[in-house]
């Protein structure tokens, strides 16, 4: 287990200094006049051709169970969604630095599932990571300009920064995909991330929602753009594969600290090598405040982690099985009901968010409580079939 979670935290390493040099790409690219996202898009559809046909062969796909499917997909959507926002971010005004820090909300925000699904105050260290995260967002967004106090040449990308936010929550559910697709084969998450990823940049480029060089630029340089496409679908199998690989190994508190806290700072260093632009004082201020923030979730699971469960787990009455009952039907057979997967389903997968990010499990109340309303629920619908 200790082996499989290191791996995964080399993943996440890998997969935060790929990400980035993704973006750094999207700059230089910009500069060299060359269509950054019409060769991003060409580069993660001509990655899924090879894909598909290795995963044929091996027999990946028919590996598959139907409930694999929605995790399959939420995984490509979330990591669509988290990296579309943070292009879209830096297309409006935002500096990638910028970009980084605000994206590691996603992180403290989910503590607050703990005491909203599982029913437990928050710890100590809950509440001051989620106020310096709140407070470090704030700073970031230069709060003198905000309440009107300064000016601030060219504006503040207001629009940027919340779509940096977005990009954080996306990547929250990024990471609770994988985690809950741990037995897939990464080639097939892979696929999916590709897939849907290739087709949202084209979209972005022909709903108008960035503007770029032409794709017929292309054909004024044909060798630094196949370059450029050859390094972009490198770039992007790395950064794809060890994402998946290493937030399927990794808490996804521990795989979300490890992928902000680089990307945070190539994220700075790129900014200040290629922009020639420092981040200002509330730049690092509010950075530091995310970063601690997310640090401290990190500690506070581990800490949680650490104590033992055997005294919860033997005051815990054991959950009820499937019912069984028979209905008439034109086989003459016997049908399954499981109440307790429907009732439990929505509440077991908020309380297994709220554990990776926060540590927070249900008390023996609250699951003595959810077993009473599992056994309710079968008891109606045992009469219901019975009348």
């Not at 500096?95 to 503590?111: E, F, K, Q, T």
Request: hydrophobic residues 50%; glycine residues 8%; charged residues 10%.
């Amino acid at each position: 287990m200790v082996a499989s979670e290191v791996m995964g935290m080399l993943l996440m390493a890998i997969a935060a200094l790929a990400a980035q040099l993704t973006l750094v790409l999207q700059t230089i690219m910009t500069e060299w006049n060359m269509p950054f996202h019409f060769i991003l898009g060409c580069a993660e559809i001509l990655l899924c051709i090879p894909l598909f046909w290795l995963l044929c062969i091996k027999g990946g796909f028919s590996m598959l169970k139907r409930s694999d499917l929605k995790w399959i997909w939420l995984r490509g959507l979330c990591g669509t969604l988290a990296f579309v926002f943070q292009l879209l971010a830096i297309h409006n005004g935002a500096h990638m630095g910028d970009v980084s820090a605000l994206g590691s909300i996603n992180v403290v925000v989910a503590a607050a599932l703990g005491r909203t699904f599982l029913g437990e105050s928050l710890h100590a260290l809950h509440v001051i990571a989620i106020s310096l995260s709140v407070a470090g967002a704030f700073v970031i967004t230069k709060p003198e300009a905000l309440l009107g106090l300064k000016h601030v040449d060219g504006g503040v990308p207001y629009l940027g920064y919340l779509l940096a936010m977005a990009s954080g929550f996306a990547s929250g559910g990024l990471f609770i995909a994988s985690r809950k697709s741990q037995h897939i084969d990464g080639w097939v998450m892979t696929l999916s991330v590709a897939l849907q990823e290739g087709f949202s940049v084209w979209l972005l480029v022909v709903t108008g929602l960035v503007v770029e060089h032409p794709a017929a630029q292309i054909a004024s340089a044909p060798l630094e753009a196949g370059g450029c496409l050859a390094l972009m679908i490198c770039i992007v199998i790395v950064s794809i594969f060890s994402m998946n690989l290493g937030s399927q190994k990794c808490p996804a508190a521990m795989s979300s600290t490890i992928f902000t806290s680089l990307q945070l700072s190539a994220a700075y260093t790129s900014q200040v090598l290629l922009s020639r632009k420092a981040p200002d004082n509330f730049s690092i201020i509010g950075s530091v405040m995310m970063l601690t923030a997310v640090a401290l979730m990190a500690l506070s699971r581990w800490r949680t982690s650490q104590k033992s469960s055997a005294d919860g787990e033997a005051e815990v009455e054991a959950a009820p099985g499937p019912v069984v009952m028979e209905n008439e039907s034109s086989s003459g057979g016997a049908s399954t009901y499981s109440a307790a997967s429907d009732v439990d389903d929505t509440e077991s997968l908020a309380s297994f968010v709220a554990h990776e990010f926060s540590g927070l499990t249900p008390s023996s109340e609250n699951i003595r409580q959810r077993h009473t309303r599992v056994a309710a629920t079968i008891m109606g619908a045992s009469a219901g079939v019975a009348a």
